[in-house]
Nanobody, 123 residues
Framework: QVQLVESGGGLVQAGGSLRLSCAAS????????MGWFRQAPGKERDFVAT????????YYADSVKGRFTISRDNAKNTLWLQMNTLKPEDTAVYYC????????????????WGQGTQVTVSS
């Protein structure tokens, strides 16, 4: 098992930046592909970005491509999501997730989840 704790959310104006962190503990962090997902009130949980076990492969939702960057440091057991040029439509609870199989877009394929961190972008 792996335990995940997100941090770094907050309130930011449109055009601003935030950096989310996801601290992992438990089994070897490098064994897992990681993903970021987000969920706005009344909406489905949406894929944001995913990264493979060693950081060599990353994939993004079209809505965040060019603005968000996913990265990881296996020595620090930490995953990040750098979010730039934020828009009001980026407002959501952001979750990090882990799975031992691969970089998936489908949240159902992730086994472990953090509790989420709120990101609010004001216009």
């Amino acid at each position: 098992q792996v335990q995940l704790v997100e941090s770094g959310g907050g309130l930011v104006q449109a055009g601003g930046s935030l950096r989310l962190s996801c601290a992992a503990s438990g089994r070897t962090f490098s064994s897992y592909a990681m993903g970021w997902f987000r969920q706005a009130p009344g909406k489905e949980r949406d894929f944001v970005a995913t990264i493979n076990w060693n950081g060599a492969s990353t994939y993004y939702a079209d809505s965040v491509k060019g603005r968000f960057t996913i990265s990881r440091d296996n020595a620090k057991n930490t995953l990040w999501l750098q979010m730039n040029t934020l828009k009001p439509e980026d407002t959501a609870v952001y979750y990090c997730a882990a799975n031992p199989r691969g970089t998936y877009y489908n949240y159902h394929l992730y086994d472990y989840w953090g509790q989420g961190t709120q990101v609010t972008v004001s216009s």
